[in-house]
């Protein structure tokens, strides 16, 4: 027992990063261990975010990564990282810095990126993304009801959002409507402390109890003509930032695999039973290293997703394959290891129960299994199966 084990990583697709960036995952996985891993558990609990360690997380400069010269496969391994110590704050770290900020690198002007940019990199300021409404989820890009009117060098915007994350404390967020006149789609950069803009925190979630998800209520909102993303006039715009949030999301799974994996190895090494530790069990082996295929599956296939993203080459279809197979393969794993540890794997404190939990809510956002697999089929086909 005395001898060092295997990390999850069991391909090693680490060696694929280059050293500084093999520094800076290390100081991120240290910065993890020290402030995060002990205290989520409570959070969770509490459902409480860590609004605290907005500044040390800025300071880390990983935010944004292929925007300051980092690979796709470290962007992906930091976001693995982030979920491997909690599944809430690599969702945080993705609305912010994958969706907010990189609108801002992507469709802002240049006043707006001088405005907001600087700030929102560094987390003195935060964003959310607000698509998803009431009565509209997988069906949103063809069923907008949040409308925009212009009125001068105004737009006035009513509506409402739901599932909104970070949208009880950020300052900024990207917020979708559809033109009352043309039936367009407009993206506006919306500050939340303007008249007629309400979030309501929603409340007894199971999963990702950290991530502050907020109802959004706009009454009459003004928002300047100066703060519309003038790029934006069709969801076709986004398609590259809403396929690299979906890959950033098999990431996520990813991460979620390996926590699973190393609280029930070492689970298994502690528990003693009939005399000797579980993992002595064949089944529990076995169970082990299912866990242990499942995660080093979905890495490579994830990793496999970042050289397409180095060539530009990464489409829709196959990121949809990936968040599809590594969050159903996650599922599984989480699973297995909830039941290895028994009455033990449904308390918070040790960490499975989270994992478990938190599973869940990967497993449906960024487009269901079923969205996913039908986008996927509509590729492989020809054939859309829904309209």
């Known amino acids: ?25 290390e100081q991120v996985r240290a910065f993890l261990a020290e402030h995060v891993l002990p205290y989520a558990p409570g959070w969770w609990d509490r459902e409480e975010f860590p609004t605290h360690l907005l500044g040390p997380f800025g300071d880390l400069a990983v935010g944004t990564p292929t925007r300051r010269g980092y690979s796709h496969l470290f962007h992906g391994l930091v976001i693995a990282e982030l979920a491997r110590a909690d599944a809430s704050l690599a969702t945080f770290f993705m609305i912010h810095h994958d969706l907010f900020v990189e609108s801002l690198h992507a469709f802002g002007t240049d006043g707006q990126r001088e405005r907001y ?15 998803t409404e009431p009565g509209h989820g997988s069906d949103v890009a063809r069923g907008l009801g949040t409308t925009a009117r212009r009125e001068g060098e105004h737009w ?49 979630k199971a999963a990702l109890r950290i991530v502050q998800n907020a109802d959004i209520v706009l009454e009459d909102v003004r928002v300047a003509e100066a703060d519309r993303f003038p790029g934006i006039d069709s969801f076709a715009d986004t398609n590259e930032l809403l396929r690299s949030s979906r890959i950033m999301v098999g990431w996520e799974a990813v991460g979620q695999q390996l926590a699973a994996f190393e609280v029930a190895r070492a689970y298994a ?6 005399g000797r530790p579980i993992a002595a069990f064949q089944l529990v082996q076995q169970q082990l290293v299912q866990m242990l295929g499942n995660a080093t599956a979905s890495m490579a296939m994830m990793a496999r997703m970042a050289q397409l993203q180095e060539r530009g080459a990464a489409d829709m ?5 990936a968040k599809a197979y590594c969050s159903a393969r996650m599922r599984e794993s989480v699973a ?23 599973a869940e809510a990967i497993y449906t ?23």
């Open 1 to 25: 027992m005395g001898e060092r084990l295997p990390a999850a990583d069991f391909l090693d697709v680490e060696s694929g990063l280059v050293p500084h960036e093999r520094r800076k995952l």
């Open 117 to 131: 940019l600087a700030d929102a990199a560094a987390l003195r300021t935060t964003g959310a993304f607000a698509l």
């Open 156 to 204: 006035i915007l009513n509506g409402s959002k739901r599932w909104i994350g970070n949208g009880t404390f950020c300052n900024h967020m990207l917020l979708w409507a559809a033109d009352e006149h043309t039936r367009q789609v407009r993206g506006f950069i919306l500050d939340t402390t303007l008249p007629g803009f309400t979030a309501t925190r929603i409340e007894h």
């Open 269 to 274: 090494l502690e528990r003693t039973q009939f």
């Open 317 to 321: 279809a196959q990121a949809a394959l």
């Open 336 to 358: 297995l290891g909830r039941a290895m540890l028994g009455g033990n794997g449904i308390l918070t404190d040790r960490r499975m129960a989270k994992v478990f939990a938190d």
């Open 365 to 387: 956002y960024e487009g269901t299994y079923e969205i996913n697999s039908l986008i996927v089929g509509r590729a492989v086909t020809g054939i859309s199966a829904f309209s």
